[in-house]
Structures are given as C-alpha cells and as structure tokens.
C-alpha cells in the first residue's frame, strides 16, 4: 500500500502570532492602521464607538442617511455589508433590519440615538 499522504491543517480565521520581525517594525504590525478614516460616534447617553477603515465608513453612512443603508450603497468597497453589521451589534450598537423587496433585500438603520463627534480627516486640520 502506498503511503497516505496527511493534508495539511485547514486555515482557521484566527490570527497567527508575529514574528520578532513584525512587532520591532511598527509599519509591519500596524498594518497602515493610521492611513484609515477614522470616525466616533457618542449616544445620547455618552458611550462612545471608534471605528477604522470599513466599519468607520458604514458606521457614518449609518448615522447620516436617514433612509438606512443597503448592500448596493456600500459596493464596490463592501462586499459583506452582513458581516459588519453583526460585529457592530455585537459592540451593543443598535441597529434595526428591514427586509424589503421582491428579493429580500436588508436595509439597516442605527436605532442609537447619538452623532458622529469626529472623522479622521477633520481630527487632523484641527
């Protein structure tokens, strides 16, 4: 009989630990971090939410359009508008689900009562 051959582990979504490479190279372990938008948003109750890159710009698309926010709005630069939204309530942000539609379309509004309190661009001039 030939020899099986073991497949290898599959990928799991955990991260791998850095290298000494990586954690001495703040351009390495940081990833650009900084080169994303950066938006908060405070309750009317005071708690605040910082989100960078995607979650940032859904997070203000959220809180600005008044009719809500669908998967069509966020294409091309989102393409699990699904994903995000679960992460954000898991943070305890309120976010309401209307399905809609002939297709069943989601549409998300946040239902926290709050505003945007700052964007990466304006935090820099000021």
Do not use: C
């Amino acid at each position: 009989m030939a020899d099986k051959v073991k497949a290898p582990d599959a990928a799991t979504s955990k991260g791998q630990p850095k290298s000494v490479v990586a954690i001495d190279n703040p351009h390495i372990a940081d990833k650009g971090s900084h080169d994303k938008p950066q938006v908060a948003f405070r309750s009317s109750e005071g708690r605040v939410w910082r989100y960078r890159g995607k979650r940032a710009r859904v997070l203000f698309l959220l809180a600005t359009k008044r009719d809500g926010l669908t998967q069509w709005d966020t294409l091309p630069w989102h393409t699990r508008l699904g994903g995000t939204i679960h992460a954000m309530r898991e943070d305890r942000l309120a976010i309401s689900t209307e399905i809609e539609g002939e297709y069943r379309h989601a549409r998300y509004r946040l239902s926290t009562i709050g505003s945007v309190i700052e964007q990466g661009e304006n935090r820099e001039a000021a």
